[in-house]
């Protein structure tokens, strides 16, 4: 498909199980975010992804949360010993850049994975 | 500080009126990009309408545009002859060029209601 493809698209899980996210982004896009959405909330940024450099990881809210992108393409968000203030939409995003020009290039959603941990 | 503030939680509009959703920002970077995404009730994010810091226009996109005041550092959407289909959650973003925070910031948004 065309635009961003999310992972599963809702996820039940037990408190205290790990469960992974994912993210396709659009092809060629080097930018790719995570974002956090309780409900009826507004985004909160968790982490974000430009080409090969290091990722921003100043909104992971804590160390339980890690996330990865392999070969600058598919990005997995890991959240380990889920907790119930885990339940929320995990957005995902993707933007290009053109040599090395990004500053007004949209980001594209995806439609999120809603989870929810009992 | 908050580097996007949205200080309407809500907005009730009649329909076919004008409406301003406000928004303001904080940076030091001369050079940012200020972004608006519509949020209807299926949650899919739609991106409206963009400002450039050194764009010299306000940006207009069909029935949206956006009252960019640098100084005041502001970047309010405008949406004229509201309809019932712009019911939704409205979001100012932001992305700064300095290495390191090119991250796009999100505000904490602005549900609009259209009454008929």
């Known amino acids: 498909g065309a635009g961003v493809s999310q992972s599963p698209s809702n996820k039940v899980t037990e408190k205290g199980k790990d469960v992974e996210l994912r993210c396709d982004p659009i092809s060629g896009h080097t930018a790719l975010y995570w974002y956090r959405q309780s409900l009826g909330q507004g985004l909160e940024f968790l982490i974000y992804f430009q080409g090969n450099s290091a990722p921003d990881k100043s909104g992971l809210p804590s160390d339980r949360f890690s996330a990865e992108r392999t070969g600058g393409s598919v990005s997995t968000l890991t959240i380990q010993r889920t907790q119930q203030e885990d339940s929320a939409v995990y957005l995902c995003?993707?933007?290009?850049?053109?040599?090395?020009?990004?500053?007004?290039?949209?980001?594209?959603f995806g439609q999120g994975t809603r989870l929810t941990v009992v | 500080a908050q580097k996007i503030t949205q200080t309407q939680p809500g907005m009730f509009v009649q329909e076919k009126e004008a409406v301003t959703l406000d928004c303001t920002y904080d940076t030091s970077d001369p050079s940012y990009g200020l972004f608006w995404y519509k949020q209807p009730s299926s949650g899919e994010m739609i991106f409206l309408i963009y400002q450039g810091s050194y764009d010299q226009q306000n940006a207009t996109e069909g029935r949206y545009s956006l009252n960019f005041q640098k100084a005041r550092k502001s970047a309010n959407l405008v949406i004229s002859a509201s309809q019932l289909g712009d019911s939704a959650m409205y979001f100012c973003?932001?992305?700064?060029?300095?290495?390191?925070?090119?991250?796009?910031?999100f505000g904490t948004g602005t549900r609009l209601t259209i009454i008929p």
């Open positions: 973003a932001m992305r700064e060029s300095d290495f390191g925070n090119e991250k796009l910031t």
């Open positions: 995003a993707s933007s290009p850049s053109d040599l090395g020009q990004y500053l007004h290039y949209e980001a594209f």
